[in-house]
């Protein structure tokens, strides 16, 4: 079974853009997770998403949003880039039950310059 | 709140060594707990984890943790480490019952020597 999936894997980005992250789950998964994680602040949870509904925010500014499809693909997208958004941002997949494990793809680096 | 302490940032051993990181742990009910390892560049795989049951947990590549309720802890061992055990490590908590929110511990790393 294939693995999560995240593209791009590398980004470059100026201030003030904005972009967008895809992550495809391990087929079966109805839950995704994103993460974002930085030398700095470590690993913290973004947001979840299952069945198209956002089950879960953490404390990030609305800037960052994000969706997820009925295929449950998601996306995340971050508006109007800051040098702090410089991070690798990680997707997880899970079946969602109770005692779920999440699986995490190899992640997209982004650079904000 | 949830919170996860990882006391070491890093830590040096020899090849062969005994490895033990430790994880403690805040949370208000009973934990789901979770070991996940990094090598540079790389996405986060799971060593193992904990949701109920026996508190000696075995995982994959020799690692195991116990989960001690009176100590708040969750810490991770190996009785002989491989060059190939070099990596950061995390630890996390989750109320997976309800969300799949996972709070992580800022990570050990380790590193070894031959």
């Known amino acids: 079974k294939a693995g999560v999936t995240q593209t791009p894997r590398y980004l470059i980005k100026t201030r003030g853009q904005q972009v967008t992250l895809s992550c495809s789950p391990i087929s079966g998964h109805r839950s995704v997770s994103w993460y974002q994680q930085t030398p700095g602040q470590g690993l913290q949870f973004l947001f979840e998403?299952?069945?198209?509904?956002?089950?879960n925010k953490g404390n990030f500014p609305g800037r960052f949003s994000g969706r997820q499809f009925s295929n449950s693909r998601s996306e995340m997208n971050v508006s109007t880039l800051e040098l702090g958004d410089s991070a690798l941002y990680l997707c997880?997949?899970?079946?969602?039950?109770?005692?779920?494990?999440?699986?995490f793809g190899p992640g997209t680096r982004l650079l904000v310059l | 709140a949830q919170s996860v302490t990882q006391p070491d940032i890093h830590i040096t051993v020899s090849e062969g060594a005994s490895l033990e990181l430790r994880c403690n742990y805040s949370y208000g009910a009973t934990p789901y707990l979770f070991w996940y390892v990094q090598s540079p560049g790389q996405g986060l795989q799971l060593l193992l984890k904990?949701?109920?049951?026996?508190?000696l947990v075995q995982g994959i590549k020799g690692f195991e943790a116990e989960f001690k309720r009176s100590q708040s802890s969750f810490n991770l061992r190996k009785p002989s480490v491989h060059w190939s055990d070099a990596a950061e490590y995390f630890c996390a908590v989750g109320a997976v019952a309800v969300t799949q929110k996972l709070v992580f511990g800022q990570g050990t790393r380790l590193t070894i020597n031959p």
């Open positions: 997880a997949s899970s079946l969602a039950g109770q005692g779920s494990t999440q699986y």
């Open positions: 998403y299952f069945s198209e509904t956002q089950r």
């Open positions: 904990y949701f109920s049951g026996d508190t």
